[in-house]
């Protein structure tokens, strides 16, 4: 019953309209105000990331974290709550994704309707080349445990938290959509509820983005040239606007190679054309391929849901990802 409240009071509070493709920009409009609905408090914390530490690219362990208390917190000094842990997507913040979607009047409006009250935390997993991927990744680091044991061990830790996994949620956007299925299907122990919104790459992402095949062609084409040049990842991310900047952001969550310095992956073409060893490398952390390793995972998890647009077409949809929760009920398992 608690995760079943949970993953409710998660759907209200972040149901917002879906981006495309790996580009999250996401701004709604700001939320009619809802009558007796009291204020939350804003916390900017910095939490240290462990499983950040020694990453290649340079990216930093010590990260922003933005807390939202619900307005019982300072009142009740004997109440504990449940957390939801929420990710952003591609190429914005959390910060960034806090004002576009509104998250103070939204949560607040959510408890005034009556949701359960709870604490709401935003980690920050913008890289130099604008997202972790939320992938475990010598070149990036671990943004998979800094999410499910670091920033979780953080919170606990320094807010009443209930620390039991009955009592967390797990949601993401876009690219954090990706995340929150990655890191739920691996980590039950953590998350008792998963709430997954238009997930970005949920199949292999080689060859992505819109256009005609020559034009993704000369997307690769033109992102393979900018590396020789390259003298460090942040000379590469300079040069590497839009569409550019997630094709290395991917190179370097899912295709770590800590033997090609300065930057330190490999990218998944040549030529503009795939490269099977690398594009292996992609599919294996894509969750359609790896799903049937954590299917007794996810029955650990009693409640997962994905979130639908405004306009009621699945928002599970990028990359084949509408597939997702069709393949998961055709297990039988669910």
Known sequence: MKSTKLLLACA???AVTSGSGLMARVETNIPDIIPGA????????K???TALEGNLEGDAVDRDVIVFLPPSYQKD???RYSVVYALHGYSI?????TREIHVPETVEGAFAKGA?????VLPDSKTIYNGSMYSSSVTTGDFENYIARDVVAYIDVHYRTIPQRTSRGLAGHSMGGYGASRIGMKHPDVFGALYILSPCCMSSMVGGGPGSADQIKERAIASEKKVPAAKSPADLAAEAPGFAAAQYATAAAWAPNPKKPPLY?????????PQPEIVAKYTANSPLAFVDQYIG????????RYGRRRSGRPAVRCHQAARYPRYLRDREQF
Do not use: C, Y
């Not at 359960?116 to 709401?120: F, G, P, R, T």
């Open 297 to 304: 995972n996810l029955k650990q998890v009693p409640r997962h």
């Open 93 to 97: 913040g959390a910060e960034q994704w």
């Open 47 to 49: 939490v240290h990331g």
């Open 12 to 14: 209200m509070t972040l």
């Open 265 to 273: 992956f490999d990218l998944p073409s040549k030529d503009g054309l």
């Open 77 to 79: 000094k004997k109440r």
């Open 38 to 45: 009291k204020p939350v408090a804003v916390e900017h914390i």
């Open 116 to 120: 359960q009250e709870m604490i709401v």
